[in-house]
């Protein structure tokens, strides 16, 4: 009997109004759509009649982009709380998964288990937690700090912090709340959990007060590269985002993290990895490579050489443009994005000029750009070569490349039967074929 055909994830990620650095200037986009609830939500209804998995956020904590902020040049410099916005949208969608960013430098757990618990029982169990360890020190100094904590100690910080948030969202048993309006009985005191977590970063004694929520666990996401990101996801993570350019990257990172997970004791099948993708889908080649040119034609030279350095951490604007790309020192406890991009640019044999357009483009993530049908062979030779489960879309320009993915790209995938036509359930873990966790406490019993 053939093989069944492995089904693909989707995710949509929607940053401000395109993930393209120009996509403000597009004459399509509604340039304030970033900061207006309506805009949002027809684009997660939009997400929804494409049956996507889930809805993600990113989130950064600080105007972002302009090392001068009186530049004016860019939209990055808004964005709205991504749990509210989630809340809201809860209650304009009634399958689509919503994942949202949330940072374990500037929060307490019990803080983030009370927001994604509140979020699961809004939702009826759609919630999904991106857990970022935060390396901007403009955040930093939003916060109390003058300057971002060591890439070590951050790392230490968010597997405590993740431990004990999924601990506080095991205080109740599933069935602790009997309600007994005869008996006078609310609920029962033995499956009541109270944690007295005290730690190197956190002291909380719990429990958290909400009851466990329709998931038993909000969904855990995690994007982090270097070797202590691909622990802490391979120990944590149930979706991992991530940056990768081509199918051996991705097939290396895919079986790297999925070894460190086995050898934890998790199956591989307890993961998903959906790297990040950038779509720009036509109906012919020649109509999506328009639409990518027409988007890079509006960047402007001063903005994408602030876009370069701030991915690359090292100021390429004064080098020749068609001359090979120089040899460069990566600098220490630099993010990981770093090594991977200077990696692409000497595997790829990229002049300066080639690399700003495709980092300032796509900041390192795969580009595709194709007709429906290029662009779904694309991701069949991903996840059939075992670099992805799935893939988060990063859209260039809203809302027309999230209609381009749900009027095209979805029905060239179901057609292939690669897509689901209907939700099969009505959680995100049923979307993603997660299992609905055991609390620490049923297990441990
Ligand atoms: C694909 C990807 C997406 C990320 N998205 C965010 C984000 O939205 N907000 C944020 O503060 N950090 C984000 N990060 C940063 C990570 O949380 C982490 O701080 C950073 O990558 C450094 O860790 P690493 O060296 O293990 O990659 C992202 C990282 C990656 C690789």
């Known amino acids: 009997m053939a093989t069944p055909l492995k089904h693909i994830h989707l995710g949509a990620f929607p940053l401000d109004v395109g993930h393209h650095i120009a996509a403000w ?40 982009y302009p090392e001068d902020e009186t530049l004016g040049r860019t939209s990055r410099v808004t964005r709205l709380e991504p749990t509210t916005l989630l809340a809201a949208l809860a209650g304009a969608t009634t399958h689509l998964g919503l994942v949202g960013t949330v940072s374990t430098s500037y929060f307490e757990p019990f ?85 007295h977590h005290r730690g190197e970063f956190f002291a909380s004694r719990g429990p958290l007060n909400i009851p466990r929520s329709p998931q038993g666990r909000p969904v855990i996401v995690q994007a982090g590269a270097s070797h202590e990101g691909r622990d802490f996801s391979a120990g944590q993570a149930e979706v991992i985002f991530t940056a990768q350019p081509n199918l051996q990257a991705a097939r290396g990172f895919y079986q790297d993290v999925k070894s460190r997970a ?26 999506a490579q328009e639409k990518y040119q027409r988007l890079q034609s509006l960047i402007h030279p001063q903005v994408g050489w602030i876009v370069l350095k701030r991915h690359l951490g090292i100021d390429l604007s004064g080098m020749p443009l068609d001359e090979p790309f ?32 495709r980092v300032v483009g796509a900041r390192g993530h795969l ?16 996840i059939d070569g075992q670099g992805a489960d799935g893939f988060n879309l990063m859209l260039p320009w809203l809302p027309t490349a999230l209609d381009d993915v749900v009027d095209l790209l979805v029905p060239e995938l179901q057609r292939r039967g690669r897509f689901r036509h209907e939700y099969q359930g009505k959680t ?12 620490h406490y049923a297990r441990a019993a």
């Open 25 to 64: 200037r597009h004459p399509d986009v509604p340039a304030s759509g970033g900061s207006e609830f309506g805009f949002y939500r027809a684009l997660a209804q939009t997400a929804e009649r494409g049956k996507l998995d889930m809805i993600f956020f990113g989130d950064q904590m600080a105007a972002q």
């Open 111 to 195: 803080h983030v288990a009370r927001k994604f618990a509140t979020l699961d029982q809004l939702s009826g169990g759609r919630s999904g937690w991106n857990v970022v360890t935060s390396f901007n020190d403009k955040e930093a100094l939003n916060f109390n700090r003058g300057e971002v904590a060591g890439h070590a100690e951050r790392y230490r910080r968010a597997l405590e912090f993740v431990d004990v948030t999924k601990r506080l969202w095991d205080s109740w048993d599933d069935d602790a709340f009997v309600r007994d309006k005869d008996s006078g009985l609310y609920f029962d005191p033995e499956k009541l959990h109270v944690l």
């Open 262 to 287: 086995a050898a934890l004791g998790r199956h591989a099948d307890e993961i998903r990895i959906m790297p990040g993708v950038m779509t720009f889908i036509g109906r012919t080649h020649e109509e």
């Open 326 to 357: 120089p040899e460069l020192e990566l600098t220490p406890d630099f993010p990981s994005r770093q090594k991977l991009l200077i990696d692409m640019a000497r595997g790829d044999g990229l002049t300066v000029r080639q690399f700003y357009e």
């Open 367 to 382: 580009l595709a750009i194709g007709t429906a049908a290029q662009v779904a062979d694309q991701f069949e030779e991903w």
């Open 428 to 439: 995100l873990r049923s979307h993603l074929g997660l299992e609905r966790p055991a609390s």
